[in-house]
């Protein structure tokens, strides 16, 4: 099992000084069971200690990547509410997504396709860091979807590819890690 660099406890004290105190949210998008709630929840730190608070669908943690402390905010709404309402804000107010799939199920992702370019619509000017996911990896002889189709899938819309398995516990700290370069190489390259 992967450990963090940072305690889920820390997230409270993680303001002022540090050059990356700013809090990005980051909005998990994807189909009903392909595991948003196990990728936020392993984040979140509830599985870890099951006394950590859990406000809602929202998890509130700082990380250490790369040596800088950087605090996310991860929103687990997607699906909260059968209004488009809720979705079109969504699509507006996050500062970095995660498009979920399971590689259990070509219909999840080929939604994720849909999801992308709903989300290029909603954000044509903008280079809003995106992660395609590809969870329960460790279904080995229920996959539908290859490594291959995946990764193309993300080359062919711009954006990062990873897969994980929230029930190993596999990839997911990397993916979250990933999330906050990506926020910093375009924070990096605007102050340049
Ligand atoms: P959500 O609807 O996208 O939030 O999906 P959930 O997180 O609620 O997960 C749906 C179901 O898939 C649950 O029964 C999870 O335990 C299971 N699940 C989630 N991630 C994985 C995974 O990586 N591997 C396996 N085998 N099951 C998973």
Redesign the pocket.
């Known amino acids: 099992r992967e450990s963090w660099a940072s305690d889920s406890s820390d997230s409270v004290t993680s303001s002022g000084s540090d050059s990356d105190s700013h809090l990005y949210k980051v909005m998990?998008l994807?189909?009903?069971?392909?595991?948003?709630?196990?990728?936020?929840?392993i984040f979140g730190g509830v599985e870890d200690c099951p006394d950590v608070e859990e406000a809602g669908n929202t998890y509130n943690r700082s990380i250490i990547v790369d040596g800088e402390e950087a605090s996310l905010i991860v929103f687990?709404i997607w699906?909260q509410d059968d209004g488009q309402w809720l979705q079109n804000h969504c699509m507006k107010m996050g500062d970095a997504y995660i498009i979920?799939y399971?590689v259990t199920d070509k219909v999840s992702f080929e939604k994720a396709s849909e999801l992308r370019i709903q989300l290029r619509r909603a954000r044509q000017t903008e280079d809003i860091p995106i992660i395609l996911v590809g969870?329960?990896?460790?279904?080995v002889r229920s996959r539908e979807v290859s490594v291959d189709e995946g990764r193309a899938c993300a080359v062919v819309f711009d954006c990062k590819f990873i897969e994980?398995?929230?029930?190993?516990h596999?990839n997911v700290k990397d993916l979250f890690e990933g999330i906050v370069r990506q926020i910093r190489l375009r924070k990096d390259s605007k102050e340049d």
């Open positions: 998990l994807g189909e009903h069971g392909v595991g948003k709630t196990s990728l936020a929840r687990d699906e979920v399971s969870n329960k990896s460790d279904l994980t398995s929230a029930a190993l596999h």
